[in-house]
T-cell receptor, first 109, second 115 residues
Framework: GQNIDQPTEMTATEGAIVQINCTYQ??????LFWYQQHAGEAPTFLSY??LDGLEEKGRFSSFLSRSKGYSYLLLKELQMKDSASYLC??????????WGAGTKLIIKP | ETGVTQTPRHLVMGMTNKKSLKCEQH?????MYWYKQSAKKPLELMFV???????ENNSVPSRFSPECPNSSHLFLHLHTLQPEDSALYLC??????????????FGPGTRLLVL
């Protein structure tokens, strides 16, 4: 079957580092996306990985291992505004996106 | 500002009402999508349009009827909905369905409550 697993909720401290994991099982693979969604707002694109390895973009980095069906989103120097849900999604070979339920990240002072 | 707008932002309707959700994208994209987002559940893809043609309908009940008059506009017509249809309805667009940048850009959504 097709499924994506990510933790439901995580808590971290302002200024710290947090890693949000995502594991997936899909038929075919055309890349993995991470989105950020603040409550009541649109999901906004963070990163896209289609090859193995680490992609760094400012305070955010995303890692992919296709052989393990595994990705993580790494957030450094956490700020209060990073409190949001983080959505992992995988594009299948038919270009359909399969979505995880999202990880709610709570940042404490 | 994501370049994708949706109206209305909030909607309350009875089960016998007819209403429409509107989505407009200002990104020059050719593919548009409707998603349903329920609390603590993954996004559910409802419909996909590519170059104004519907390419996917993920077994959505007929009480939801999409319309795509051009590549910039997408509508979702609602008729005799059920309370379980209450959710956030998100519109998204991408450059194309299968080529170019595959990244989808979302609108802010319409929060729908069916009474």
């Amino acid at each position: 079957g097709q499924n994506i697993d990510q933790p439901t909720e995580m808590t971290a401290t302002e200024g710290a580092i947090v890693q949000i994991n995502c594991t997936y099982q899909t038929s075919g693979f055309n890349g993995l996306f991470w989105y950020q969604q603040h409550a009541g707002e649109a999901p906004t694109f963070l990163s896209y990985n289609v090859l193995d390895g680490l992609e760094e973009k400012g305070r955010f980095s995303s890692f992919l291992s296709r052989s393990k069906g595994y990705s993580y989103l790494l957030l450094k120097e956490l700020q209060m505004k990073d409190s949001a849900s983080y959505l992992c999604s995988v594009m299948r070979s038919n270009y359909q996106l399969i979505w995880g339920a999202g990880t709610k990240l709570i940042i404490k002072p | 500002e994501t370049g994708v707008t949706q109206t209305p932002r909030h909607l309350v309707m009875g089960m016998t009402n007819k209403k429409s959700l509107k989505c407009e994208q200002h990104l020059g994209h050719n593919a548009m999508y409707w998603y349903k987002q329920s609390a603590k559940k993954p996004l559910e893809l409802m419909f996909v349009y590519n170059f104004k043609e519907q390419t996917e309908n993920n077994s959505v009940p007929s009480r939801f009827s999409p319309e795509c008059p051009n590549s910039s506009h997408l509508f979702l017509h609602l008729h005799t909905l059920q309370p379980e249809d209450s959710a956030l309805y998100l519109c998204a667009s991408s450059q194309d369905r299968t080529s170019g940048s595959l990244t989808q850009y979302f609108g802010p959504g319409t929060r729908l409550l069916v009474l």
